[in-house]
């Protein structure tokens, strides 16, 4: 059974870091691309950054460009998104995706909120 669990959340000051893990089980991750979407109550789910099965290939919402890191390792069955230089807009839940076979899988989030 396909697994997500992110963590790492939590509260950061505007400027901060943070580094958020998305552990994965019933699957090794090296096969596939995985993705990072944030939510803010009320809205749509956003994309924020994608990597490929490889790692080589890395692609970023605008919004996070230039300050965010989509990262994996897949000996540990792990992928992780560095935040860096965070801003108040940048709170939100965070997921991880992966998409097998046609089916979407998401974790059940981790809160990052960004505030003095």
């Known amino acids: 059974q396909v697994q997500l669990v992110e963590s790492g959340g939590g509260a950061v000051q505007p400027g901060g870091s943070l580094r958020l893990s998305c552990a994965a089980s019933g699957f090794t991750i090296n096969n596939y691309a995985m993705r990072w979407y944030r939510q803010i109550p009320g809205k749509e789910r956003e994309y924020i950054a994608y990597i490929s099965d490889s790692g080589g290939r890395t692609n970023y919402a605008d919004s996070v460009k230039g300050r965010f890191t989509i990262s994996r390792d897949n000996a540990k069955n792990t992928m992780y998104l560095q935040m860096s230089s965070v801003k108040f807009e940048d709170t939100a839940v965070y997921y991880c995706?992966?998409?097998?076979?046609?089916?979407?899988?998401w974790g059940q989030g981790t809160q990052v909120t960004v505030s003095w």
């Open positions: 995706n992966v998409m097998i076979q046609g089916r979407d899988s």
